[in-house]
């Protein structure tokens, strides 16, 4: 199995500034695990499995029509002991990541998030059979049960910071009058200057917004800025009943700041905070 890793969609632009708001896809219709029925649980299990994560569970749930292809594939649990790994049939050992299937499987973790702790598997997690997902729940039963125990009632939220340089260089040469172009200063010596105190105050500024947040959450992680304007590309694990309370305090930090825009999402399945690698021999030569 890969190393975990959350799906990327395509990103949506927004004009908007100094905004802290929770963007994830539209939600599904509220989907609840429900036992799985009785023709389901006789059927013999044929073909590959599309894996999405792993649960505590020891009923074998089905939570509906909401996985990979066209019309949407039946989304179960297949039960080993009390581990429950959430599989779909797949339509052959590789899929390909096409937009409606990262959405998809981001789709299927966001409404299994909603009832359990969900240790999440990176896209394209494809086994040869239903037997080999149970082989999996049993040789990894360790690794699985400790990363659970870990991750508990905790989910992950998101928060980049992006800013408009320029701006944020004419809002701190007006606040400082030692920032001003001196008489025998050249245009490049006064640019070089003014840049230095812009990537000193930011780097300030994200310093003591970590600071703040990580108070709130239990681990967090941050990952290389992307593109010029972004500042802060961070992830944070995040106890369920303290996200609203995060929630408010990015949206504080948001009202105090007119030159940073901030862009807030979750919560998700905590793949930035799984680091897990597991080696299975299939059937088939390859390796989960």
Do not use: C
């Not at 799906?7 to 802290?20: D, F, I, L, W």
């Not at 780097?203 to 992307?226: F, H, I, K, Q, W």
Request: proline residues 7%; glycine residues 6%.
């Amino acid at each position: 199995m890969p190393r975990s890793s959350r799906p990327k969609a395509p990103a949506h632009k927004s004009g908007k500034r100094s905004v802290a708001t929770r963007a994830s896809p539209k939600r599904a219709p509220e989907a609840k695990p429900r036992p799985a029925p009785e023709r389901a649980r006789a059927e013999a299990p044929e073909g590959p499995r599309y894996l999405y994560g792993v649960v505590r569970a020891r009923e074998p749930l089905d939570f509906g029509s909401i996985g990979l292809g066209v019309p949407p594939a039946q989304v179960r649990a297949v039960t080993e002991g009390d581990l429950a790994a959430l599989v779909s049939a797949a339509p052959g050992l590789a899929v390909g990541p096409t937009r409606a299937n990262l959405l998809a499987h981001q789709r299927t973790t966001e409404v299994v998030l909603r009832e359990h702790t969900v240790l999440p598997v990176a896209f394209g997690t494809v086994l040869p059979s239903e037997a080999q997902v149970r082989a999996l729940l049993r040789s990894a039963r360790d690794v699985l049960v400790g990363a659970l125990t870990r991750l508990e009632g905790k989910v992950e939220l998101g928060l980049k910071v992006l800013y408009h340089r320029e701006h944020l260089a004419r809002r701190l040469e007006g606040e400082d009058a030692r920032l001003k172009r001196h008489a025998d200063e050249s245009e490049l010596e006064h640019e070089r200057r003014v840049g230095s105190a812009v990537e000193t105050r930011a780097s300030l500024d994200m310093a003591a917004m970590l600071e703040g947040l990580r108070s709130l959450s239990v681990a967090s992680r941050t990952a290389s800025p992307v593109g010029e304007r972004m500042l802060l590309n961070a992830a944070f694990l995040v106890v369920r009943e303290h996200v609203q309370d995060f929630d408010a305090k990015v949206r504080m930090l948001a009202a105090r700041s007119d030159f940073y825009a901030f862009r807030f999402t979750g919560p998700w399945a905590p793949y930035s905070f799984v680091d897990i690698r597991l080696g299975l021999e299939l059937d088939s030569g390859a390796a989960a």
